[in-house]
């Protein structure tokens, strides 16, 4: 009988704390990065962005992979240094007519190409 006296209590009051704690759950969400964060985090970074995105340059791994050129996308359309003056087409070091074309590889790489200079960019991940 003291036993389930015992068991009824704790049982009981775990009831009764689980009831009164207040769930209060943390929502984060995340989002691409924009301009102004890429650049805050490396001021000296060589980015443009497209559909949104904010691609970035010299990126190690990026540079040692073994990409083919697929389609023609665009070109570079706006040059800007300031980041809140960034939109579709803005780069902050490539030259204004710079060619962009994806690879047939992977979706987050693209090459541009300007004045028989080629570089790749990797769209920056949510932070």
């Not at 209590?9 to 009831?15: R, Y």
């Not at 000296?44 to 040692?64: H, P, R, S």
């Not at 023609?72 to 060619?99: C, R, V």
């Amino acid at each position: 009988m003291k036993k389930k006296s015992c068991l009824f209590v704790v049982l009981f009051s775990l009831f009764l704390v689980g009831c009164n704690e207040k769930v209060t759950g943390t929502t984060s969400e995340s989002k691409k990065p924009d301009a102004a964060e890429v650049l805050r985090l490396d001021n000296q970074a060589d980015i443009f962005q497209w559909e949104g995105n904010i691609l970035k340059t010299d990126i190690e791994w990026v540079d040692k992979l073994e990409l083919n050129e697929d389609k023609y996308i665009g070109e570079i359309k706006f040059n800007s240094s300031k980041a809140k003056e960034f939109k579709n087409g803005t780069a902050n070091l490539l030259p204004i007519g710079a060619k962009i074309y994806s690879v047939k590889e992977r979706d987050d790489i693209f090459i541009v190409k300007y004045d028989n200079v080629v570089k790749r960019y990797l769209v920056s991940s949510e932070g």
